[in-house]
Structure formats: structure tokens, C-alpha cells
């Protein structure tokens, strides 16, 4: 099976990009990796930040520090909290912090600059500063000299003013600057969540430190005091005024109660009734009574009417007189008689007849004593006629009266409501005046009591040992910023590590087989593309030996690692061009100086040594390296061949020891088609004919990226050997490379890693790759010293 001939993306897969990694979660192996590659300059950037701290702590003068506790304390002031006209709790967050805002405010440091008189104190002004302040404060002059502060405005140039206001405005300015400097330089702090702030000043002089903050804590003390103060006396000026407009609103509030109760006449009585609601009350009283009195008076009228209607024959039958009338004896007077005359009459009648003249003279009597009493019930009827219509017209008269006292009591309840609003604004007004007067004696009181709600639980003390710098925190500070700092440098290097360092990132960046490593060889390596000189005979310098020498490595030290890497490219070509007689080999780069004509020269030596007839040829007609590096003195080679029709017999050379045969190329000045020559229909039949002779033809050929003569050669290569050099050849633009020449990445056998620091190679495998582990095979390779040795000879 022909392996050139399969596509590239079927042979294997190219990575998306450098980044694709980025994608997957994170690689701890790959951390660590990085991390041991980047050790040193971790530890150098440490080393250097050490050198640093402990710099600072030789140029930096030790402070002070003196701290005092305060106290927000409540139960100070808790006898006069209930009467204080201003208090304020303190028991949240906010009003701590607003205690801090006092404590570094510009008042309160004003208040210990004038006491301390500190814009006089030079070793407060001017205390000694350590280095690096020194070379801040020098940057500032320079950009202040650069760029000179404006004038104050209102002052103009100080220097025209008489001395007295200059010295005057001098002083000003220096107590301003204190004030500033004190401001910024105190420290208020709370401790965890109590009510306890670390008041705390640090200065070169513990003495200094001491005092200001000793002055800060007294300071803060009497402001709180006469704070308070403040807020009563305000209070109590406020009350006062206040007191005067409650009580005229007072007074005028119940004077309008007063006259509106005497306009509608809303008089009360003792219990507060209304007179209109009393007198209501009495006229219902009264109806009720005449109500029933007009009842009794109606009944007793109709019964005695009923009588008198029903005639004087049966008035007798039905006079049923009440025994309290007044006429009643008369009547029963009456009865008796009528009774006895009539029992006369029945008896006369029974013994004499009713003709008999006594019968008829008791009738007459009979009849007399009933007239009586019909006339006698008749003015009973009509007294008590006149009785009912009397009481019926005092009922009347009263049901009158109590309408006209219900409509009056209805207007009297309407102005009630209007007076009751009118009370309840009079009482109110009194309860607040009388509130308020209250309050205003006390606050009055307690002008002469005032109370602060701090007091001072630890008094400043004269420090004994500096505060800063602390020796450990910095030394372990300035270690972490180091580590910190190499940490980003050996990111940045990781960052811009673009290039081949493992076989692996040649099989995953750009698909290729990897075919071996090969190790820097000789001395300090040259530039193999360096134009000639225009004498030849420079050949025999000692820079021409060694590039000489680093062509025959392969021959010289066929058991060195680098020979081991090309027999493993030589069995990669066995296996894919199997069954073809000639093998066409092509040797190409991305870059100048990657080492290709060093590679294709020990390739083909290696083939030739192990008996196989190998032709090398130069290929890079516009910058012949191979020819240079083997210190060929030839006037013709293939351009001549080529152009004039001959076979590789009339130009070629033969290598004595291997029976390798070279063709070289003769620079001759600018010849800008070397594409087209090495495309043309000669340089194929040149190349035919190498065939017939050789089982092997090495062609070293310009890089891929400058030119495009290997592109043009490429129908005439069976195979192609990548050689990319370690730590240099960019992935990308090998990547690039490969993509936009598909004909020419389909017929690539291989990679090869030039020029690689087996010393370093090692870091840059995975745990467990074969990089780690290239120490265990050192006794199948020759030494590089060896190498070195033979390859100087």
C-alpha cells in the first residue's frame, strides 16, 4: 500500500488549533509540567524578592505605634436618657461608624494640632523616611518641577507680599498641612462587633506617638461632651420657643370652645346633659302622664254617656257610680229612696190594687226619685265630659312641646359635634403644652448636668518595641510577590511557547507521524544558509570542518541517537513505499536554518553506509547550504545538468567511504526560476534516469515557506521528511503551511525534531511518555561527548 498517496485527514486528524486545549477541562498534568519547566524562574524572581524585602527592612526607620480604647458606653448617660430632649441610640452599625467619621474628622484633628502645637513639631513634619518614600518623593518633585503647581487663588506670588502676611500665610499653610497629615495618618478602628474603637497613631518618636494619641482620646472625650451640651441648650432655646406658640394656641383653642357652646346655647348641667336633652326628657315624662290621664278620663266619659243615652228607665239599672265621685252619696241617697218607695208600691198594689190613691201617690214619688237621679247622672256625664276634653287638650299641647323640643335637641347635637372637635383640639393643645412644659424643665435641668455616652477603657501607653516593619510579614510578603512575579514571567513564557517540543504535539497540532528526535550535535551551531564567499577555498576553515563534520554524523557515529532517528524515518519509507524500486525522498523545512540539509546529508549517508545505492542531491538551487556544508569545490551541478540535457554521471561526486553519490549546486548569482527548472520536463528526465542507477534519491529542497521550489518538485516526490526545529518552528505556521499545500502535506512520510536539548526535553513530556525516560537508553547510544568528539575531527 502506497502511504503517500492517502489524503492527509485520512492518515490522521489535524487539531483544530494551539487553543483547542482551552476547551477541555483543566489539565492538572499539563499544570504541573508547566510548573517544573518554569522552576527556576520562580525561584530566581523569589530570590530577587527576598533581596528586595530585606532591602526595605535595612532602608526603612522603625514607628510606633500607641493605641487607646474608647467606649461607646450607654449606662453613663442612663439616668438622664429618659429626660434627654436629644438622645440618640447608638446600637447600630451606622452610628459606630459615624464615631470613626468624628474621630478622624478635620475638627478633631485640628483641636490636637493646636494643643500640640504640632506644625511646629519638625520631627512630625519631617519624620525620617525609608527608601522607597525617598524615591516616590523624589518622582513627585520632578513632575511638580515639570509641572509647577498653580498659584492659590486670591494670593498671587507669594514672594511680592509684605513679610509679615507672607509669614502669616506660611504658618497657615503649615498648620493646614499638619491638620492633613495628622487626618490621614490616625487610625479609628472598631474591634469585632462591640462597642469598643482602637484609637491609634504610629511615628518614629514612641514618645510622639503617645502624645497625639493621648491628645486624640481627651479630644474626642470634651467634643462628645460639648456636644451634648450643644444639643441640650439647642433643645432647650427650641422647647422655649415652642412653649410660647402652644400655649396661645391654648388659649385660643378653648376660647373657641367657650363661644361657640354660648352662640348655639349648649349649656350643660352638673352631669354634663344637655339643657335641650333634659327638658326633652321631661316633656316625655309629662305626655306619658297625660296620655293616661285623657285615657281614663275618655272611659269614665263614655260609660256615663252610655247611661244618659240609653234613657231615664234605664239609668237606674246601669248608675254604677264610683265611690270616690263626688255626687255619689246623693245618688245612693237617691237608690235608697227609689228602692223603698218602690217596695211600698208592691206591697200597696198587692194589698189595695195600683188604683188605690197610695199606689198611685208612691208611683208619683217613684217617678220623682228616678227623675232625680237621671238629672243627677246627667251632670255627672257632662263634668266628666269637660274632665276628658281637658286632659285630651293637655296631651295635645304636650305632644307639641315635645316636637318642638326634639327638632331644637337635634340642632343642639349637630353643634355638639362641632363643639366635641372643637374640645378635643382645646385638650390636645393643653395635653402637648403641658407635655412640652415638662420637657423644657427638664432639658433645662439638665444644662448643668451633661453627660457623655464614651469614656476611655485603656489609656494610650509609650510602645516598647516597633510596630513596623514587621521583619517576618514582610520577608514572607516580599517571597509571595516573588513567587508571585516568577509565576507571571513563567506564564508569559508558557504563553508564548508556540512551538515543537514533543512528538506529541507533532501527531496532535498538525497530524503528522512522528518520526524521532534528533539531538543538537558538534559545537556551537551556524547558520547552514549563510551565503558563501565568494572564495571556495574557505572551505577549509575550522568553521567549514565542523558544518563538514555535522554532514557525516550518521557515518561517523552510526550508534548516536541521531543515526537510531534516521533509521526509524529510513523503515517509515520501507513501510509506505513499499514495492517501488526507486525511492524519491524529499527534505524540506518551514524556515531557513531548521537543519534540513544537515538532516537530508545524513540521511543519505546513513542509506549508503548500510549498502543501498543513494543519490543526494542539492535542491535548493537559490541558496545551495548542502553543497557548502560538505565543502563541495564543483563548477557545475544540477542547474548545469538540467538546462544542458546530461545525466547525474557528468556532474555527480562520490563519496569514497560510502559510495554516496552527491549532485551539487553551483550558485550562480540571481537566478530567480529555479521553480520552473525544477518543474520542467529535464529535470524529470533527470531524475528517471537517477532512478534506473539508484535505489534511494535524497533530495534536499528549499523550506516551504520563502519559496516555492518545493512545490514545483513535489509531482516528482514519492515522500517527503518534515524536519522542524525544536523550540523554534512555530505550530501555527506549520499548520498554516500544511493546509494551504494539501498536494504537498499528502505526500509527507514524517517529522523529525532538529537541534533538540535533551537536557530540557525531558520537562516538557507528560508523566509517563518516553521523553522522561531517554536517560534509561543511554547505554544503547553513543555518548554526545563521542558525537561531539568525532563530529570536531
Avoid at 474608647?70 to 439616668?79: Q, T
Wanted: charged share 25%.
Amino acid at each position: 500500500m502506497n502511504y503517500a498517496n492517502f489524503p492527509l485527514d485520512k492518515r490522521m486528524p489535524l487539531s483544530n488549533s494551539d487553543a483547542a486545549d482551552g476547551d477541555d477541562f483543566i489539565d492538572i498534568e499539563r499544570l504541573l509540567g508547566m510548573a517544573a519547566r518554569q522552576a527556576k524562574v520562580v525561584a530566581v524572581c523569589a530570590v530577587i524578592g527576598l533581596f528586595l524585602g530585606l532591602l526595605y527592612l535595612q532602608t526603612t526607620p522603625p514607628k510606633y505605634q500607641s493605641i487607646a480604647s474608647v467606649l461607646i458606653d450607654e449606662g453613663l448617660n442612663k439616668i438622664v436618657d429618659d429626660i434627654s430632649a436629644a438622645s440618640t441610640t447608638m446600637q447600630t452599625d451606622s452610628a459606630i461608624l459615624s464615631q470613626i467619621e468624628i474621630l478622624t474628622s478635620t475638627r478633631l484633628a485640628a483641636v490636637v494640632v493646636d494643643k500640640l502645637k504640632l506644625d511646629q513639631n519638625d520631627a512630625f513634619m519631617n519624620p525620617p523616611q525609608s527608601a522607597l518614600a525617598q524615591g516616590v518623593g523624589l518622582i513627585r518633585g520632578l513632575i511638580q518641577y515639570v509641572r509647577p503647581s498653580p498659584v492659590m487663588p486670591g494670593v498671587g506670588d507669594i514672594s511680592k507680599l509684605d513679610p509679615a502676611a507672607r509669614d502669616a500665610l506660611i504658618a497657615t499653610s503649615r498648620r493646614d498641612y499638619a491638620i492633613l497629615k495628622l487626618q490621614n495618618e490616625i487610625r479609628a478602628d472598631r474591634v469585632g462587633r462591640s462597642y469598643v474603637i482602637a484609637l491609634g497613631y504610629q511615628a518614629t518618636d514612641p514618645g510622639l506617638a503617645t502624645a497625639i494619641t493621648k491628645a486624640y482620646a481627651d479630644a474626642y472625650l470634651a467634643d462628645q461632651l460639648d456636644a451634648s451640651f450643644d444639643a441640650t441648650e439647642r433643645a432647650a432655646v427650641w422647647l422655649q420657643g415652642r412653649l410660647t406658640e402652644l400655649r396661645e394656641s391654648s388659649q385660643q383653642a378653648s376660647l373657641a370652645v367657650e363661644k361657640f357652646r354660648a352662640e348655639h346655647g349648649l349649656s350643660a348641667n352638673s352631669d354634663g346633659q344637655l339643657m335641650s336633652d333634659k327638658q326633652l326628657a321631661d316633656l316625655n315624662a309629662q305626655l306619658i302622664v297625660a296620655q293616661a290621664d285623657t285615657a281614663r278620663a275618655s272611659a269614665r266619659y263614655q260609660q256615663y254617656k252610655q247611661i244618659v243615652d240609653s234613657g231615664s228607665d234605664n239609668a237606674f239599672k246601669d248608675a254604677a257610680i264610683s265611690a270616690d265621685q263626688p255626687s255619689s252619696a246623693l245618688i245612693s241617697t237617691l237608690k235608697t229612696r227609689y228602692l223603698t218607695v218602690a217596695k211600698r208600691q208592691q206591697d200597696v198594689e198587692a194589698n189595695f190594687g195600683p188604683e188605690h190613691p197610695q199606689a198611685v201617690a208612691l208611683a208619683k214619688e217613684k217617678a220623682d226619685i228616678s227623675a232625680q237621679i237621671f238629672g243627677e247622672l246627667k251632670q255627672l256625664t257632662q263634668s266628666y265630659r269637660n274632665e276628658y276634653e281637658v286632659a285630651l287638650a293637655r296631651e295635645t299641647a304636650l305632644r307639641a312641646n315635645v316636637a318642638a323640643a326634639q327638632g331644637k335637641s337635634s340642632i343642639d347635637n349637630q353643634s355638639q359635634v362641632k363643639l366635641r372637635d372643637l374640645d378635643q383640639k382645646a385638650t390636645a393643645l393643653t395635653t402637648l403644652y403641658q407635655t412640652f412644659l415638662g420637657r423644657y424643665e427638664e432639658a433645662a435641668q439638665q444644662q448643668s448636668f451633661p453627660v457623655g455616652k464614651i469614656r476611655i477603657i485603656s489609656d494610650a501607653s509609650t510602645p516598647l518595641s516597633a510596630s513596623s516593619p514587621r521583619s517576618i510579614i514582610v520577608l514572607c510578603l516580599s517571597l509571595v510577590l516573588g513567587v508571585l512575579m516568577g509565576a507571571g514571567f513563567g506564564g508569559l513564557n508558557e504563553f508564548n511557547e508556540r512551538f515543537f517540543r514533543t512528538g506529541e504535539e507533532v501527531r496532535d497540532r498538525v497530524g503528522l507521524k512522528f518520526l524521532g528526535y534528533l539531538p543538537t550535535i558538534g559545537g556551537k551551531p551556524t547558520k547552514e544558509d549563510k551565503p558563501a564567499e565568494p572564495d571556495l577555498k574557505v572551505a577549509k576553515s575550522p568553521a567549514a570542518i565542523e558544518r563538514r563534520a555535522r554532514m557525516r554524523v550518521s557515518i561517523d557515529a552510526p550508534a548516536s541517537m541521531f543515526s537510531e532517528t534516521l533509521r526509524s524515518a529510513k523503515i517509515a519509507f520501507d513501510v509506505v513505499m513499499e514495492g517501488q524500486g526507486s525511492r524519491v525522498i524529499g527534505v524540506i523545512s518551514v524556515l531557513p536554518g531548521e537543519g534540513k540539509s544537515t538532516v537530508a546529508a545524513n540521511l543519505a549517508g546513513l542509506l549508503a553506509a548500510n549498502g543501498a545505492r543513494t543519490l543526494l542531491i542539492d535542491g535548493d538551487l537559490r541558496n545551495p547550504g548542502l553543497s557548502r556544508g560538505l565543502g563541495m569545490e564543483a563548477e557545475q551541478g544540477l542547474m548545469e545538468a538540467v538546462v544542458s540535457g546530461q545525466t547525474w554521471q557528468s556532474v555527480g561526486k562520490i563519496d569514497r567511504q560510502t559510495k554516496l553519490a552527491i549532485i551539487p549546486a553551483v550558485s550562480r548569482g540571481h537566478f530567480s526560476h529555479t521553480s520552473e527548472l525544477l518543474s520542467s520536463a529535464g529535470m524529470r528526465r533527470f531524475i528517471e534516469n537517477a532512478k534506473e542507477t539508484f535505489e534511494y534519491i535524497v533530495v534536499d529542497l528549499p523550506p516551504l515557506g520563502p519559496v516555492v521550489d518545493a512545490k514545483a518538485f513535489a509531482p516528482l516526490v514519492d515522500g517527503f521528511v518534515l524536519v522542524t526545529e525544536w523550540g523554534r518552528t512555530p505550530r501555527a505556521m506549520v499548520r498554516s503551511m500544511l493546509e494551504s499545500e494539501p498536494y504537498v502535506a499528502n505526500k509527507i512520510v514524517g517529522a523529525v525534531l532538529n537541534k533538540v536539548d535533551l537536557k530540557k526535553l525531558a520537562k516538557y513530556g507528560s508523566f509517563g511518555a518516553s521523553e522522561k525516560f531517554f536517560d534509561k537508553y543511554s547505554t544503547y547510544y553513543l555518548d554526545k561527548s563521542e558525537v561531539r568528539a568525532k563530529a570536531n575531527v
